[in-house]
């Protein structure tokens, strides 16, 4: 065959043409492999890297320049002395997410990645076993706890139909806070036994595909989910509201605002909540709702993969810890004294 046949070579500039918004672009994609919060603590992370090496003010900005010219500069045993620096001031735990960062900066960089050495697995493995403190661990809402909280909301204020809403709604669907607040009109679809609840960006969704959620009628009317839902849906359709999010900011005048909430207020409306409640609100979290449901389903002999597909657990590792601390009195060893 002549040669002429063959595709002729075409130089690599002429086939792509990486202009600066496809570079943002890309930039982009590799931030959404994170979760938001964890892109938050990894910043915070490198940030506090960088100003242990070099002279900054704590109001510097850290330039990717200054990154890479700081991690391209230490060696492993720099890194090691950072660690024995904050061995006793930081929890361990904390720690291990900076390496978590810098690992991934190394490797974002193209640098060699100086947490993979051994030095570096042996130190902080210490600083564990010598440092290590127990977790704290907020106590599970559970169900006579979840009436107390939601008996304590004044239903005749839209604050209070908002408030009753996104509650049960963390509850009923075992969420995170940040799941909660991201919660649209369009990923609610409704059915005669309930509605399906549609999560996006949730931490395990690494593939951007999100999980349904069934969230079924309550036989308790007061925990209804799904009512409560529709009453504040109806509220929020009596007002010109164009944000398409549940979790609306209220005014302190009551009136439902065209704005919403973030993570972060979610929770200082579940610690007022708790406290109007009476119960300890520096015992409880967000979280405390997720592990209600998932608590409270153990104790309801509830199988094990039902609660896994509401809860959205991938393994049975953290899983099994709920379900010991619900089942801890059962059929104990000592029940016998």
């Known amino acids: 065959m002549p040669s002429d046949h063959f595709p002729q070579p075409h130089s690599k500039a002429a086939s792509y043409d990486f202009t600066q918004d496809k570079q943002n672009q890309a930039q982009t994609y590799v931030q959404r492999a994170y979760a938001e919060n964890t892109l938050i603590s990894y910043q915070s992370d490198l940030r506090h890297l960088t100003r242990f090496f070099f002279d900054l003010a704590a109001d510097d900005e850290i330039s990717q320049e200054m990154l890479r010219s700081c991690l391209g500069e230490i060696d492993v045993s720099d890194l090691v002395n950072y660690l024995t620096t904050y061995a006793e001031q930081l929890n361990p735990k904390t720690l291990s997410r900076r390496l978590s960062a810098f690992s991934n900066a190394f490797k974002a960089l193209n640098l060699v990645n100086l947490v ?3 030095e570096v697995e042996k130190t902080i493995r210490g600083i564990k076993r010598l440092h290590g403190k127990p977790t704290h661990k907020h106590q599970p809402v559970l169900l006579e706890q979840l009436e107390q909280l939601i008996d304590s909301i004044d239903l005749s204020t839209q604050q209070g139909l908002r408030n009753r809403c996104l509650l049960l709604l963390a509850y009923a669907g075992a969420l995170r806070r940040s799941e909660v ?3 649209r009109r369009t990923d609610l679809q409704w059915l005669p036994n309930g509605l399906i609840l549609n999560v996006y960006g949730h931490k395990g969704d690494r593939e951007g595909q999100g999980k ?5 009628f309550a036989k308790n009317p007061k925990l209804c989910a799904v009512e409560a839902t529709k009453e504040w849906l109806e509220c929020i359709d009596q007002h ?3 944000n398409p999010y549940l979790a609306l900011r209220i005014s302190k005048t009551d009136n439902i605002l065209d704005k919403s909430i973030s993570d972060h207020a979610f929770y200082n409306m579940l610690k007022k909540q708790l406290m109007l409640a009476g119960l300890d609100a520096k015992a409880f979290a967000p ?3 997720r592990a209600g449901l998932i608590t409270q389903a153990a104790i309801d002999g509830k199988p094990e993969h039902k609660i ?3 809860s959205g657990h991938k393994n049975r590792t953290m899983l099994d810890e709920y379900i010991r601390d619900a089942q801890i009195f059962d059929n104990n060893a000592a029940d016998f004294l």
């Open 287 to 289: 979280h405390s709702l």
């Open 308 to 310: 896994m597909a509401q």
């Open 212 to 216: 349904k959620l069934a969230i079924p």
């Open 116 to 118: 993979e050495s051994i």
């Open 240 to 242: 010109e509201i164009k």
């Open 181 to 183: 607040v991201n919660i």
